[in-house]
């Protein structure tokens, strides 16, 4: 079956600056709804961002706007999160997730039905 395969992810400084990709394979992103991630030690699954389906918009987390970015690229079958202005509350396991149906609420984890197996973000000093 298909794969989504997250990479990017390290030890990076407050401040500093990190890139998540998320590539798929086996099937074309270009027809999925596709959400960002994340999950730290004793938290829930908390929506980080959101690419539509239908008009290509982009949706964040109150806690992140402004500072990730998420984006995807059809030709290379992959979608990114940029974060900038890290700070050590970020730290947690980012996965990428898709949805073969519209989502009604972008941010709940139940939405989605594919996911990858994380990558792990640490801001520390």
Do not use: H
């Not at 829930?44 to 500072?67: F, Q």
């Not at 990730?68 to 030709?75: G, Y």
């Not at 900038?84 to 947690?92: F, Q, Y």
């Not at 519209?102 to 520390?124: F, P």
């Amino acid at each position: 079956q298909g794969q989504l395969v997250e990479s990017g992810g390290g030890l990076v400084q407050p401040g500093g600056s990190l890139r998540l990709s998320c590539e798929a394979s086996g099937f074309t992103l270009d027809v999925y709804e596709i959400g960002w991630f994340r999950q730290a030690p004793g938290k829930e699954r908390e929506g980080v961002s959101y690419i539509s389906l239908i008009n290509d918009n982009t949706y964040y987390a109150d806690s992140v706007k402004g500072r990730f970015t998420t984006s995807k690229d059809n030709a290379k079958n992959t979608v990114y999160l940029q974060m900038n202005s890290l700070k050590p509350e970020d730290t947690a396991v980012y996965y990428c997730a898709t949805a073969g149906l519209l989502v009604s609420e972008w941010d709940l984890a139940d939405e989605y039905d594919y996911w990858g197996q994380g990558t792990q973000v640490t801001v520390s000093s």
